[in-house]
């Protein structure tokens, strides 16, 4: 028979002690791994997410490295290779630096930018992006762009900004305000002792409009000096990028026009214009020529004779390199043309009557580009809204305004125009 004992019961609870005692330090331990586990866990999940961050980071930059290359395309400040340093800066955050390298294949740029936290050097992160861009061309933001000499006579007004390779001459009553930009000024690429000749009643932005740019800059003297209004920035023996020569003043492809094949060649416009035995365009007096958009080549020349009124957008296209004749100009346009559209006239080339290409008489407001590779001549009383391109010389003759505008008909751009912009053609990170 069984008996229990007090001592074999205290000796019972003694040893339930001893295991609870047990099963705690056992808990303990438990929780100590635990702990020890989460600890170090957090630690990874800290050390991912900062490495995850400064990856994140490192893509900013790089990324600001391609943008940085397509600001310096932008403005014409092509760099091949080139270091983004203190990418982050102005934000208080962690800085970056973005290591670059640019390739040009015409208007394809192939740009290659990595980033890297904080720096090349002492990089903690560092990721890659590829892209390729494609620069549009475009339209110069000059009312007047010349390759030879510019002659501006009296009672003018140029809205906007005009550029000259040779010496400007700006005779009596002469004035210069903003265009629809908020940019006036004039550029003169000759360095000569006397590039820009100011004559007298000169106003420069006299109401004081311009929000943009407001400069004369030449590469050589200006004379008067002293008529340049206080607050306009000018400079003589000007040796920045903006006074650089112009090669090419061309913007139109007058060749793509040409060779279209929706081009009319020597049209007759229902019999309002005749072509004589030499191949030589004439639209006849006191009729409405309605041009629908279309493009129109004269290869003999083309002359428009007086009170014509173009009706609608195109193109008039006239010459080429083997094309001219000592008794005419390329293009010539008598008194009282005028039009209710946008018109651009076009010389393609050819050997002309005094070098003159483009002939402008009274009383005509063309809308659109005016280009020609010899001189162009426009007489008093004209106001052309729109781009003079000219690359031989232009003489403009007293009461004459010129308005910059871009908003032309519709024309294809040679290669050498400006850019436009820029366009993502691909973006990937290596």
Not at 274 to 280: A, L, M, P, S, Y
């Amino acid at each position: 028979m069984l008996r229990i004992t007090r001592k074999k019961i205290s000796m019972f609870f003694k040893n339930d002690r001893g295991m609870a005692l047990v099963g705690v330090i056992l808990l303990m331990l438990v929780l100590i791994i635990i702990a020890q586990a989460m600890i170090m866990l957090t630690r990874r999940e800290a050390r991912v997410e900062v490495e995850g961050r400064l990856k994140d980071i490192a893509l900013y930059v790089a990324d600001a490295g391609v943008e940085k290359a397509i600001h310096n395309i932008n403005n014409d400040n092509f760099q091949p290779n080139f270091s983004f340093q203190h990418v982050g800066e102005e934000t208080g955050g962690k800085m970056g630096e973005a290591d670059v390298s640019v390739t040009q294949d015409g208007r394809i740029y192939t740009i290659n930018s990595t980033g890297y936290i904080p720096s090349q050097a002492e990089a903690e992160a560092s990721r890659s992006i590829n892209a390729v861009v494609e620069v549009s061309p475009g339209l110069p933001e000059f009312a007047a762009m010349v390759g030879g000499m510019s002659s501006f006579a009296a009672n003018i007004e140029v809205e906007g900004v005009v550029f000259s390779n040779e010496p400007i001459s700006i005779e009596t009553n002469v004035t210069f305000v903003p265009d629809e930009k908020g940019n006036v000024g004039i550029y003169c690429a000759d360095g000569s002792v006397l590039s820009i000749d100011i004559g007298t009643n000169f106003d420069f932005d006299p109401e004081n409009e311009a929000t943009g740019v407001r400069e004369i800059l030449a590469r050589g003297g200006i004379n008067n000096s002293h008529r340049i209004p206080d607050g306009v920035n000018w400079k003589e023996y000007d040796d920045s990028d903006k006074t650089d020569p112009i090669d090419d003043t061309q913007i139109l492809d007058a060749n793509a026009m040409i060779n279209s094949p929706d081009t009319y060649v020597n049209h007759d416009f229902g019999g309002d214009v005749t072509v004589d035995e030499n191949g030589r365009a004439t639209f006849e007096t006191n009729t409405d020529i309605h041009l629908n958009g279309g493009t129109y080549y004269y290869p003999g020349g083309v002359e428009f004779n007086s009170n014509v009124t173009l009706v609608g957008d195109g193109n008039i296209v006239a010459g080429g390199p083997d094309e001219g004749s000592d008794d005419h100009h390329a293009i010539e346009i008598n008194s009282n043309v005028k039009g209710d559209g946008k018109v651009n006239f076009v010389s393609a080339g050819g050997d002309w009557k005094d070098n003159i290409d483009i002939n402008i008489n009274s009383n005509v407001d063309p809308h659109g580009v005016i280009q020609c590779p010899g001189d162009a001549s426009i007489s008093s009383f004209v106001e052309i809204n729109g781009i003079v391109a000219v690359n031989g010389n232009l003489d403009a003759a007293s009461n004459v305004a010129f308005h910059y505008e871009d908003d032309i008909f519709d024309a294809p751009l040679v290669d050498g125009s400006a850019d436009a912009g820029v366009e993502m053609i691909s973006w990937r990170e290596m």
